[in-house]
């Protein structure tokens, strides 16, 4: 039984979503950059998760949104949520911890994009065109251009470069798998699965954020400032609009506008951290950004083939 296609994006969703989620993901680096320097990664993580779960679920109760109705929404919410909640914002974390430069984790995150593009037409039926390829190839140069342009391209320890390679592929397989799981038309409000996704990532970084970290956090304004942009604009806003953007359109041209994170990141960072751009990484930001609207591009008709039936719900 092939399953319904999803709606047709909107001007909103083609134009107007993108550009409000990069912004608000590219300026949570330098967010998060100011919370590690008053509280330990996986510690840090666990404030902002319970305090997610704290906003959302009043939120919940006056829109009058429900629950999943069956163990397969659950079960596909929950791994959703343990792949981009957990894998990738903890690993990347205490990856940076480690001595992995910013730079280099923007850089990596960049590649995802490209294993999207690989990995969807077996997963989810989504062939790209050629010019979609060439956008993806132009995206990942402009990506390349200006992390490479700046002096913050460190390694750092082999354990926290390991790490962060598994944030890549535990975004991947996030944005691939909630596409997968959406394609038989129902889905669970984005808040709601905020929700439970933000308690996944809770209850898997609490236990160890008790174990391997001294829980100490310095109370300061800066501190509550990252804080509650973390909370409203990247857990609340950017990631119920990643989720719904997957939902209705096409797995890699969503995970194209990471292309644009570490330009946006420097753009952000020079206004809030004093850190400057190189020339060089405004001209990556231009590739970048001509990379992104190929790789957008719609193509007139695309047949879906081999598209996976929905998992079963047993």
């Known amino acids: 039984m092939t399953p319904a296609p999803s709606p047709s994006p909107t001007l909103w969703w083609s134009w107007g979503a993108p550009i409000v989620f990069i912004l608000l993901w590219s300026s949570g680096f330098s967010f998060g950059k100011i919370g590690l320097q008053y509280a330990e990664p996986l510690t840090l993580l666990s404030l902002r998760y319970a305090c997610v779960v704290l906003a959302l679920l009043p939120i919940q109760k006056l829109m009058g949104l429900s629950w999943p109705a069956t163990r397969r929404e659950w079960t596909n919410i929950c791994i959703v949520g343990l792949l981009i909640q957990f894998m990738y914002f903890s690993f990347s974390y205490v990856g940076m911890k480690q001595g992995v430069s910013a730079g280099t984790v923007a850089l990596i995150v960049s590649l995802q994009p490209i ?161 400057t751009m190189a020339p060089a990484g405004w001209i990556g930001m231009a590739v970048a950004i001509t990379g992104v609207l190929l790789a957008s591009t719609r193509r007139r008709c695309v047949p879906e083939r081999h598209r996976p039936s929905p998992i079963s719900d047993k």
């Open 115 to 275: 294993l999207v593009g690989i990995s969807a037409p077996q997963l989810t039926g989504e062939r790209q065109s050629r010019l979609q390829w060439l956008g993806l190839g132009l995206g990942l140069t402009g990506a390349v251009i200006v992390i490479a342009s700046g002096s913050s391209l460190q390694a750092g320890s082999w354990f926290g470069l390991v790490l962060v390679i598994i944030s890549l592929f535990a975004m991947t397989a996030g944005v691939l798998y909630e596409r997968v799981s959406s394609t038989s038309g129902a889905g669970t409000h984005p808040v709601t699965a905020n929700i439970i996704q933000c308690a996944i990532g809770l209850v898997f970084c609490l236990p160890l954020a008790l174990l391997m970290e001294t829980n100490h956090v310095e109370l300061t304004w800066q501190f509550g400032g990252a804080l509650a942009y973390l909370v409203l604009c990247n857990s609340i806003i950017t990631i119920s609009l990643l989720l719904a953007m997957v939902r209705r359109q096409q797995a890699a041209k969503v995970s194209a506008l990471f292309f644009l994170v570490p330009a946006c990141a420097s753009v952000v960072a020079m206004f809030m951290l004093g850190e």
